[in-house]
C-alpha cells in the first residue's frame, strides 16, 4: 500500500507565476489536509477537503491560494501569482475518517522556491 | 486558540543514552489527542507517538515513552537507549476531540553523539 504521495518534491517558480502542488492520498482515505512549513517553524495548517468538498480552511490565506480535492485524481493546492514569502515546504496528509483519532499520514512534502 | 510550545530548539545526547524532550500546550479543553512527530533529514513526518488525554496511562512504544501531566498542561518524550537513526527533528503536536487540525510546536532538532 503506497502511502501519500506528493509532486513534485521541488517547485521552482518565479515571482508572479503559478504554483500547482499534487497530493495522491493513501488508498482507502477520503480525507486531505495540506500543511505549511516556513523555515525553522512547525507545520501551519491550512486547509482540510474530503471529496469534492472543503470542510475547513481556516488556515488558508484569504488571497491567491486554493486547493480543491475532486472527485477523480489527486488534491491539489494551487498558489497564485507567487511571492517570495510562499517559499515554503508545503505538506499534505491523509486519513481514513475525519475523526481525531485518526492518524493523518503525511507525505514526503514539496519544496516551493520563489525567485 | 490551542499554541504547542517546544522550549528547547536543539538537544543532543550520547548515543545509548537516555534524553527527553519537553513540551507544553495550552487549551480549555479536557479532550483530545497530543502527538509526537519525527522529521529527519528527509523533511518526511514520521508519528512516533500518540496520547489520548482521557488516558491516565502514559503511552510506550518501544524505546520511545512520555510524561503527560495533564494538569501541568505537559507532553514529554523521553528516548530510551539513543540511536544514530534518531537523529531529526521532533515536533510535538495537538489535536483538538473534535477538530481536524494539528497544531504543531516549533520543534526540537536532536543530535545524537556517537
Known amino acids: 500500500n503506497a502511502g501519500v504521495m506528493q509532486n513534485p518534491r521541488h517547485l521552482v517558480r518565479r515571482r508572479g507565476q503559478e504554483a500547482r502542488l499534487r497530493c495522491s492520498p493513501m488508498k482507502g482515505h477520503s480525507h486531505v489536509y495540506w500543511y505549511r512549513q516556513l523555515p525553522e517553524e512547525g507545520l501551519k495548517f491550512m486547509v482540510y477537503l474530503q471529496k469534492e468538498n472543503i470542510i475547513d480552511e481556516s488556515g488558508m490565506p484569504k488571497e491567491r491560494f486554493s486547493a480543491e480535492f475532486p472527485k477523480e485524481g489527486p488534491s491539489i493546492l494551487r498558489i497564485q501569482q507567487v511571492v517570495r514569502g510562499d517559499s515554503a515546504a508545503y505538506f499534505c496528509?491523509?486519513?481514513?475518517?475525519?475523526?481525531?483519532?485518526?492518524?493523518?499520514?503525511f507525505g514526503p512534502g514539496t519544496r516551493l522556491t520563489v525567485l | 486558540a490551542q499554541t504547542v510550545t517546544q522550549s528547547q530548539p536543539e538537544m543532543s545526547v550520547q548515543e545509548a543514552e537516555t534524553v527527553t524532550l519537553s513540551c507544553t500546550y495550552d487549551?480549555?479543553?479536557?479532550?483530545?489527542?497530543l502527538f509526537w512527530y519525527k522529521q529527519p533529514p528527509s523533511r518526511q513526518m514520521i508519528l512516533v507517538i500518540r496520547q489520548e488525554a482521557y488516558k491516565q496511562q502514559n503511552a510506550t512504544e518501544n524505546r520511545f515513552s512520555v510524561n503527560f501531566q495533564k494538569a501541568a498542561k505537559s507532553f514529554s518524550l523521553k528516548i530510551s537507549d539513543s540511536q544514530l537513526g534518531d537523529a531529526a527533528m521532533y515536533f510535538c503536536?495537538?489535536?483538538?476531540?473534535?477538530?481536524?487540525?494539528?497544531?504543531f510546536g516549533t520543534g526540537t532538532s536532536l543530535t545524537v553523539i556517537p
Open positions: 503536536a495537538y489535536r483538538r476531540f473534535t477538530g481536524n487540525q494539528f497544531y
Open positions: 487549551t480549555s479543553e479536557s479532550d483530545y489527542y
Open positions: 496528509a491523509s486519513s481514513p475518517g475525519g475523526q481525531a483519532y485518526n492518524e493523518q499520514f
